[in-house]
């Protein structure tokens, strides 16, 4: 595609409820990250992949959370039981290379959890 | 582990004015280094991106400089527009398996008349 697509841009749940984010990155590249975004704060990194390989899985809060790319490309962001305190903006991005050359930022995934 | 820390955390200027942010890092090994601007709302737009070699790189007003040594760049913003008024993300890549991103928590500008 022409950018980094996320969906969907805005997700409301109960909580309690599962929910998936999907990051489809720009064809070929080989590089995906995930972070959030809390309201006012600054960005946390999540977890990120080269192809189908999770590099670093670090930063994800707890065990609620995993993500998956199983094919190299298309991306999911998984969040069981989900919690008030993971109200957030999940952003996603792409790059090429390893770790090199330009970033590529989705527009976020608006996550609200009531 | 790796840390990037950015300073100041907030900052106010009058338009016109000159300024500087910081991000010190202990990311090592290194491999590039990037400043983001990101408007309230929007995605990160990248301003730079600097390798271990390069001493500073400019974009059009804004200049970045980059101290391997010390592992310490700087984001210099000169003549301010109201339009910079947006967060400032410096954001290191390491060396280590992967290329893991190391994302500081920002600078937040805002720019008065």
């Known amino acids: 595609g022409a950018g980094v697509s996320q969906s969907p841009r805005y997700k409301v749940t109960k909580r309690g409820q599962d929910v998936a984010l999907r990051c489809d990155p720009i064809s070929g590249h080989v590089s995906l990250y995930w972070y959030r975004q809390a309201l006012g704060q600054g960005p946390e990194f999540l977890t990120y992949?080269?192809?189908?390989?999770?590099?670093?899985k670090s930063g994800l809060p707890n065990d609620r959370f995993s993500a998956e790319r199983p094919e190299g490309s298309i991306s999911t962001l998984t969040i069981q039981r989900t919690e008030q305190r993971d109200s957030a903006m999940y952003r996603c991005?792409?790059?090429?290379?390893?770790?090199?050359?330009?970033?590529?930022f989705g527009e976020g995934s608006r996550l609200t959890v009531l | 582990k790796n840390q990037v820390e950015q300073s100041p955390q907030s900052l106010i200027i009058l338009e016109g004015k000159n300024c500087t942010l910081q991000c010190n890092y202990t990311v090592s090994p290194f491999s590039n280094l990037r400043w983001y601007k990101q408007d309230t709302g929007r995605g990160p737009v990248s301003l730079t991106i600097m390798t271990f070699s390069e001493n500073t790189k400019s974009n059009g007003r804004y200049t970045a400089t980059l101290d391997a040594d010390t592992k310490q760049s700087s984001l210099h913003i000169t003549a301010s527009q109201l339009s910079d008024s947006a967060s400032y993300i410096c954001v290191v890549s390491s060396l280590s398996t992967g290329y893991a991103l190391n994302f500081g928590k920002g600078t937040s500008l805002l720019v008065t008349p």
């Open positions: 991005a792409s790059s090429e290379g390893q770790g090199a050359g330009e970033l590529f």
């Open positions: 992949f080269n192809y189908e390989a999770q590099q670093d």
